[in-house]
T-cell receptor
């Protein structure tokens, strides 16, 4: 399968714990995006990378959220001191460089986080 | 206020019937508009994409229209199938933003 993959698919944690999610983009894609989606809503943009550079992170929900893409390939999203309000689907997407008009983003299956 | 508004919020139709979903946006300037289909528990999958100069785009039984003057788009589904049951999300991209602006989606249920 050469699509975007995410791991784990589901995560249940207790409030206050840290969690980390992984995203593996389509191999030739240099852009990688993280979104959060709550029930009944569209995805909400969090951050994105161009290769290993994080070009936009002001939309991260709080300083408890951080993302890395150290080698310009896979990325991790970490949430520290989780709260019940963090329960959501976390989606990753990748695309080729955005210079083209279409800049198609391909989404992964998401990681469903439940904070108890 | 969300810059991409979709209606209806949810819709139930019988298998074989047609339906039309609406998307109004205020995002400006405008680069392109996409319709995505999202099955429950899965990531969105692209159905159509249109630039401001395109009025209509088809993908099988899905036909999207765009009126860039009124900032409205619609997604028409013909001869619906049970597998069309999903959320349909309208997404507008602006060259200013380094991201896409998503609507909340329309939840479509097709019943036998």
């Amino acid at each position: 399968d050469t699509g975007v993959s995410q791991d784990p698919r589901h995560k249940i944690t207790k409030r206050g714990q840290n969690v980390t999610f992984r995203c593996d983009p389509i191999s030739e894609h240099n852009r990688l995006y993280w979104y959060r989606q709550t029930l009944g809503q569209g995805p909400e943009f969090l951050t994105y990378f161009q290769n290993e550079a994080q070009l936009e992170k002001s939309r991260l929900l709080s300083d408890r959220f951080s993302a890395e893409r150290p080698k310009g390939s896979f990325s991790t999203l970490e949430i520290q001191r989780t709260e019940q309000g963090d329960s959501a689907m976390y989606l990753c997407a990748s695309s080729l460089d955005a210079s083209g008009t279409y800049n198609e983003q391909f989404f992964g299956p998401g990681t469903r986080l439940t904070v108890l | 206020k969300n810059q991409v508004e979709q209606s209806p919020q949810s819709l139930i139709i019988l298998e074989g019937k047609n339906c039309t979903l609406q998307c109004n946006y205020t995002v400006s300037p405008f680069s392109n508009l996409r319709w995505y289909k999202q099955d429950t528990g899965r990531g969105p999958v692209s159905l159509t994409i249109m630039t401001f100069s395109e009025n209509t785009k088809s993908n099988g039984r899905y036909t999207a229209t765009l009126d860039a003057d009124t900032k409205q788009s619609s997604l028409h589904i013909t001869a619906s199938q049970l597998s069309d049951s999903a959320s349909y999300i309208c997404v507008v991209t602006s060259p200013i933003f380094n991201d896409m602006r998503f609507g909340a989606g329309t939840r479509l249920t097709v019943k036998p």
